[in-house]
Nanobody
Framework: QVQLVESGGGLVQAGGSLRLACAAS????????VGWFRQAPGKEREFVAS????????VYADSVKGRFTTSRNFAKNTVDLQMNSLKPEDTAVYYC????????????????WGQGTQVTVSS
């Protein structure tokens, strides 16, 4: 089992920045990649970004490309999501998820999930 805990959410004005962290524990040696997803009220959970556990490959949704950056913090054993130039439409609960096998952009490709952290961007 892999346990994931997100932190760093909050309220920010449009144009501002937030940095989320996903702390991983347990059988992290089995993790191939970590994904970030978000879910706004009344909407489906959507892919935001993903990163190989090694930190070698990153993928971003078109809606966040150029504004968000995901990275591995090997010292803290976290996966971080730096969010810049935030927009009101970025408001959602943000989740990190881990997969032990090949994954894509679908939530079904990830086995382990954190509890989520709320990000609210005011206009």
């Amino acid at each position: 089992q892999v346990q994931l805990v997100e932190s760093g959410g909050g309220l920010v004005q449009a144009g501002g920045s937030l940095r989320l962290a996903c702390a991983a524990s347990g059988r992290t040696f089995s993790v191939l990649g970590v994904g970030w997803f978000r879910q706004a009220p009344g909407k489906e959970r959507e892919f935001v970004a993903s990163i190989r556990w090694s930190g070698s490959i990153t993928v971003y949704a078109d809606s966040v490309k150029g504004r968000f950056t995901t990275s591995r913090n090997f010292a803290k054993n976290t996966v971080d999501l730096q969010m810049n130039s935030l927009k009101p439409e970025d408001t959602a609960v943000y989740y990190c998820a881990a997969s032990p096998r090949a994954y894509g952009r679908a939530p079904q490709g990830f086995d382990y999930w954190g509890q989520g952290t709320q990000v609210t961007v005011s206009s």
